[in-house]
C-alpha cells in the first residue's frame, strides 16, 4: 500500500500519540496503533482506531479538570497514565 499523502512512500505498521486541543485542556492518547509512511512520515489511523479515539477523547472531555491528560490507548478499556492540573499561585 502506498502513502495517500505523497503517492510514493511505503506504509509501515506502526504506534503514535494522538494530540487532541480541546481549548481548556489536552489529552494525550499514547501508542495508537497507525501505519507510518516511511517517505513523509504521514501517520494514518483505521476506521476503528479513528472511532476509537474519538470515544476516548469524548468520554474524558466531559470527565477531566485539569490541564493535560494522558492516556494508554486501548480497543475496550481506558487507562490514564498522567494527570495534570495546574494550581494558581
Known amino acids: 500500500m502506498k502513502c495517500y499523502s505523497c503517492k510514493g512512500g511505503a506504509l509501515e505498521n ?3 500519540s494522538d494530540f487532541n486541543d480541546l481549548g ?3 489529552i494525550i492518547v499514547k501508542d495508537v496503533p497507525c501505519q507510518k509512511c516511511l517517505q513523509c ?9 479513528g472511532e476509537r479515539i474519538e470515544e476516548i477523547v469524548d468520554m474524558l472531555k466531559n470527565m477531566i479538570t485539569g490541564e493535560i491528560a494522558i492516556v494508554q490507548y486501548s480497543p475496550t478499556e481506558v487507562e490514564i497514565v498522567q494527570y495534570v492540573k495546574t494550581v494558581a499561585a
Open 24 to 26: 481548556s485542556c489536552m
Open 14 to 16: 506502526s504506534t503514535t
Open 41 to 49: 512520515g504521514e501517520i494514518i489511523f483505521n476506521f476503528q482506531t
